[in-house]
Every structure is written in C-alpha cells, then in structure tokens.
T-cell receptor
Framework: DTGVSQNPRHKITKRGQNVTFRCDPI?????LYWYRQTLGQGPEFLTY????????KSRLLSDRFSAERPKGSFSTLEIQRTEQGDSAMYLC???????????FGPGTRLLVL | SQQGEEDPQALSIQEGENATMNCSYK?????LQWYRQNSGRGLVHLIL?????REKHSGRLRVTLDTSKKSSSLLITASRAADTASYFC?????????????FGKGTKLSVIP
C-alpha cells in the first residue's frame, strides 16, 4: 500500500494555458474523489468516480474542467484556459467503498500568473 | 459550501497540555472524519467515527460525536511540538449519493515547545 500519489506536486502556468494533473489512487480502491482547497479554507468537493464512471460533479466544476478515469485506475483532471481564480491546491482522495475512510494524496499546487 | 464549523479557529498551547477542538455541522451524516494538515501538505487521516458511535480512541486522540447536537470534538492529550498543524473535521452527508466529504475551515493548532 503505497498511498495516493499525485503529479506534479507544483505547477506554475500563465493565464489561458491548459494544465493536466494526475492522481494514482490506492490499488483496489473503487472510489476516487477530486477536491480543491484555497488558502485558509477546507477542501471543497469537485467530482468523483466509481471505477471508471464519473458519477457526480460539483457546481464548482465549470466547463473548463474535465476529469477522466480510464480503466478505473488513475485519474486526470484537466483545466483549460486557466484563470487566476483557478490557483489552488488540487487534492485527490480514494476509498475502498462508500462510507469508508478517504485517503488523500499530497496535492498539486497550481499557481496561475 | 462548507458545512462544518471548527472552533476555535486557532489554538496555542504549551507542549504537554491537552488540546480540544470542536466541530459543528448541519445535516444528517453517515460518518465524521478528522484530518490533520501540515502547512502546504496533503491531509492525513486521523479518525473516522460513524453516526451510531459516540466515542473513539486512537493513541493520544479521542473523538466524540453527539448527533443530537450535530457536534464532534477532537482531544489530543499530552501534545507535542510535532502536533502543530491545521485540523479539519469532514462529514459524509447521508443525503449525498456521492458520499463526498464536506469540510470546515479548520482549527490551526500551535504547540509551543
């Protein structure tokens, strides 16, 4: 059990560019979640997958955001045409099942200039 | 939106003292989870307490849950400098099909050596 991993750990980009983050969940965890955390706040839910199916998206997830989880393993979160307001820590979590502990990765810190 | 409200927002104690943090929430829940976050890092899971449980222990940590008052508390006994971090409570709402977590803004704990 190597834990949840995320790459890259840091990303600096210019406004208008596209960025993609990757999350590798704990193996055999069916559920994968994306959260976003801004300074001084707790994480906020963005979206979640059960296996390869994306089953819910938050209203925070604008059309510029897209997430995938091909084959139900790793997941990617892409932000198109980044804006300064997208600057935040993007956290991934996985759990074995519903109503179980969600284990978080180290996060990807995004800075949009 | 944030559901949980941690209290206090910040807490400063001497090493060896006990630290108590409180969390209030608004809806019916399946479980409540406490996490620790060191500055700029990911979240570390501490304890999960289910809605039918009233108290749980893990090492120096003690968590209580009062569903009638929609509140929880985290007690850290014999604090150490390494306990310095932000602590978040997160609720898994029973009405949310995604079983997403809803976080509060956290309590920032400083343990002075």
């Amino acid at each position: 059990d190597t834990g949840v991993s995320q790459n890259p750990r840091h990303k600096i980009t210019k406004r208008g560019q596209n960025v993609t983050f990757r999350c590798d969940p704990i193996s055999e965890h069916n559920r994968l979640y994306w959260y976003r955390q801004t300074l001084g706040q707790g994480p906020e839910f963005l979206t979640y997958f059960q296996n390869e199916a994306q089953l819910e998206k938050s209203r925070l997830l604008s059309d510029r955001f897209s997430a995938e989880r091909p084959k139900g393993s790793f997941s990617t979160l892409e932000i198109q045409r980044t804006e300064q307001g997208d600057s935040a820590m993007y956290l991934c979590a996985s759990s074995k099942d519903a109503q179980e502990t969600q284990y978080f990765g180290p996060g990807t810190r995004l800075l949009v200039l | 939106s944030q559901q949980g409200e941690e209290d206090p927002q910040a807490l400063s104690i001497q090493e060896g003292e006990n630290a108590t943090m409180n969390c209030s929430y608004k809806t019916s829940i399946n479980n409540l989870q406490w996490y620790r976050q060191n500055s700029g890092r990911g979240l570390v899971h501490l304890i999960l307490i289910r809605s039918n449980e009233r108290e749980k222990h893990s090492g120096r940590l003690r968590v209580t849950l009062d569903t009638s008052k929609k509140s929880s508390s985290l007690l850290i006994t014999a604090s150490r400098a390494a306990d310095t971090a932000s602590y978040f409570c997160a609720t898994e709402d029973s009405g949310a099909g995604s079983y997403q977590l809803t976080f509060g803004k956290g309590t920032k704990l400083s343990v002075i050596p």
